[in-house]
């Protein structure tokens, strides 16, 4: 009785849609009182693709898969060259705080997860699958997901690297937790997503700092790195001297290595995953309001969200009380990041659905209808692509725009490829899901 109560307390939702899909209506056979009437159940609708989310998310696949253009190694040829630097900066990870055009990509990645999910519940629902069947599929995704991750890291290793900062396995050790918040009532959404990040902050703020004389350089931060080394309260959030990489000295190692694990040479950190939920969740809060506010877009809704969680992130770094960082993915970066995606869901959708700019968006849905896809090519057929373009076109071809360029024109022919495939298992309707 206890377990009931709690349930239809706080997921309300799920008690609704379970009704919905078996609730009984009579049909046109039923006549007068009292007559034994035929009847069917109700089905939920299914709901319309979001071609804005789509969108959305074929530019971040397209930012990630663009690494391989190389604009930082332009950059280097052409030092005084403000556009190359610009672009350079924005195809490369900020080395700590902050962020650039390139740090909006996994959390890009994650929100739009988190948007997709309350439109796959209504989808399945509208199918007839069971909040059984609905979780039991939730999990087996969670674990491919972690599992896919894992595979990438390992390619070219001599065992399997077990690690789990990668954007799946991140996605994946928090998607159950997800889907299971999108059954919640709205405010326990928003308490949820509080609860989250304070706990996450406060096990960090907990943790001993590093004091003055820590020696950096035994944990990979070499002398002229050019991250910053905070002070006071904010050192509880220093690179690889957390309570984060205390906890991966201690997990990692339960898994077989080559050597002891140590740190992460770039910070990165298998417990992000509990701050990403938060990234994730705040997804499955813009997807319900999509649902929810069906025909209309909830841009004002969006554009507020944003101003807030960045304003948020923005006071806790000011005030020194926990710094924005991507690489740990600290509760401020959870806001701050949350409302960069706002930001870009309210810009999709103002393009999109009110402007009516559809045909100039087909380009990004094709990525972003085949996203699983997208990410494994740009991890797995790379150097294939561009090995396959020395070969086949030779030097004299690929340095049409000069040997300074090769790297930008090569990268450029491979973005053309990736798009290309991608477009061709559109027409087939080839799509790769989980």
Known sequence: MVALALRQRFFPNLDREQRMSTAIRPTADSTAAGRVTTAEPTRVSAPVRNLAVDAYRGLVMLLMMGEVMRFADTAKVFPDSTVWRWLAYNQTHVEWSGMSLHDTIQPGFTFLVGVAIPYSIRSRQAKGDSFRSLLLHTIWRSLVLIALGVFLRSTGGPITYFTFEDTLS?????????????????????????????????????????????NYAAVGVPPDWQGQIYNGLAAHWNKNANFGNAFDVWFLNLFPRVRPFRYNDGGYLTLSFIPTLGTMLLGVIAGRWFLASKPAIPLRRFLLAAAGLMAAGLLLHFTGICPIVKRIWTPSWTLWSGGVCFCFLAAFSWIIDVKGYRKIAFPLVVVGMNSIAAYLMAHLWEEFLLNTFRIHLGERFLNLLGPSLEPFFLGVLTMLAYWSILYWMYRKKIFIKI
Do not use: D, K, N
Not at 178 to 200: D, K, S
């Open 170 to 214: 991140q996605i994946g050790l928090g998607y159950t937790f997800g889907f299971l918040l999108a059954y919640a009532r709205p405010r326990v959404q928003w308490i949820a997503l509080a609860g989250i990040l304070f706990a996450y902050w406060l096990a960090w703020a907990l943790y001993p700092a590093p004091g003055p004389g820590f």
